[in-house]
């Protein structure tokens, strides 16, 4: 086949299938009422839990005028700002960990880690439901990658009896990204000690979400560094900015800093950034944000439970709703943008086949009236079998 139509048929198939994505472009700044092609919109996909992506514009002006655009180079070369140092020690003591490493993304940390943990001969265990970077991370780290299933510590302690020489890495989202259930940290924890290998939680969701001041899932399952050895937090999350850290030991952090090739081999994040990210962090710890947050999603569950709409397990600000069908999940969302409420269908490859679903997220700057709102159009769609 050429190239092509190698390229043309994919494309078709993606159509074919309902499985074709599209982007709409925002007029205003993120928030929960937006602006998109000149219509006004209610924002139900986002992951600015504690609505702070709309906060800190004053902060990063002023970190622009101090630090003005790029820095120039990586981290080892000469990139590193006492900007990003400040915010590396912010992130360490607030999560409990001797220190953290500041990343450009989630993607690269993930990617990063993994790479440069896991090597030919050790293994990977990850849950099914894993995001995309640990599972990328372990592909290019050339150790073997076995998925256990979804939160099941039966299968993960199965795999983890068959014989193996090389080290074992054990890898797992803390609330999962497209179903919101949280991951049993503190049996991982005892497996893994049990078994002498590595665990790694990505905190993507629950930093800032989870815990005394969104502390995130170390401290909130009362577990301590030594128990979730590899920390990952983002900050395109809860904390409404852009960035990722690892959190760990002083010898983890060197050893990244070594060793984890998208660390190294890339530009740091401008100082401006990281230095603007600081006055969101002072937002993210008034605990009043994850009261209403809590509320929130208390308030979602209880009147989606009144109006039978198919949730799923979760009490994290994701609560997905399970269609099954992509092009109904498709249809679904189309119909309810019809009527100024965004909410993403995610579709596989995304989740596995047959799960389509809408993947709404809640957020503290919600008001229970828009969440009325939306489940009243929930219902009518949904119940109605109007689509
Ligand atoms: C979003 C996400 C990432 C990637 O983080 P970015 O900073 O957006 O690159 C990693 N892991 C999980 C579980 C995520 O949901």
């Not at 894993?130 to 099941?152: P, T, V």
């Not at 994040?269 to 937002?283: D, H, I, K, T, Y």
């Not at 992509?326 to 995610?346: E, H, K, M, N, T």
Request: hydrophobic content about 40%.
């Amino acid at each position: 086949m050429s190239w092509n139509q190698r390229i043309t048929s994919a494309l078709q198939q993606r159509r074919d299938q309902d499985l074709w994505r599209t982007r709409r472009t925002l007029g205003s700044s993120q928030g929960v009422d937006i602006v998109v092609d000149g219509q006004s919109l209610l924002n139900f996909c986002s992951n600015d839990y504690l609505g702070l992506a709309s906060q800190g514009g004053d902060d990063l002006a002023a970190a622009a005028q101090q630090w003005a655009s790029g820095s120039g180079a990586s981290h080892l070369v000469c990139g590193h700002s006492q900007a990003h140092h400040d915010l590396e020690d912010a992130l360490a003591e607030h999560t409990g960990y001797p220190r953290a490493l500041l990343f450009s993304t989630g993607y690269m940390a993930n990617v990063g880690a993994i790479s440069a943990l896991a090597q030919r001969g050790d293994r990977v265990l990850q849950d099914k439901l894993n995001h995309a970077s640990l599972l990328d991370g372990a592909i290019l780290s050339r150790a073997d990658l076995k998925r256990y299933r979804h939160a099941d510590c039966d299968h993960l302690k199965q795999l983890l009896r068959s014989e193996h020489k090389g080290e074992t890495l054990i890898v797992s989202d803390s609330i999962f990204s497209m179903d919101g259930d949280l991951a049993d940290v503190p049996q991982l924890a005892a497996i893994s000690k049990a078994h002498d290998a590595l665990l790694m939680i990505d905190d993507a969701h629950g930093f800032g979400v989870l815990g005394d001041h969104g502390c995130g899932v170390t401290k909130a399952s009362g577990l301590t560094p030594g128990d979730v050895p590899v920390y990952v937090g983002t900050l395109g999350k809860a904390l409404g900015g852009y960035g990722a850290f690892v959190a760990g030991s002083e010898d983890l952090i060197d050893y990244l800093t070594q060793f984890a090739r998208s660390y190294i081999y890339t530009t740091a994040m401008p100082a401006a950034v990281a230095q603007g990210m600081l006055g969101n962090f002072e937002r993210l710890q008034d605990n009043r944000l994850r009261d209403a947050l809590n509320q929130h999603i208390a308030h979602f569950r209880a009147g989606a439970r009144e109006r039978n709409l198919p949730l799923m397990p979760s009490d994290s600000p994701v609560q997905p709703l399970l269609i099954g069908d992509s092009g109904r999940a498709q249809a679904l969302s189309q119909a309810l943008y019809q009527r100024g409420i965004w909410v993403s269908a995610i579709r596989p490859p995304t989740v596995p086949q047959g799960s389509a679903r809408l993947r709404i997220t809640l957020t503290s700057a919600h008001t229970t009236e828009q969440i009325d709102r939306l489940l009243d159009a929930l219902a009518d769609l949904i119940q109605e079998q109007a689509v």
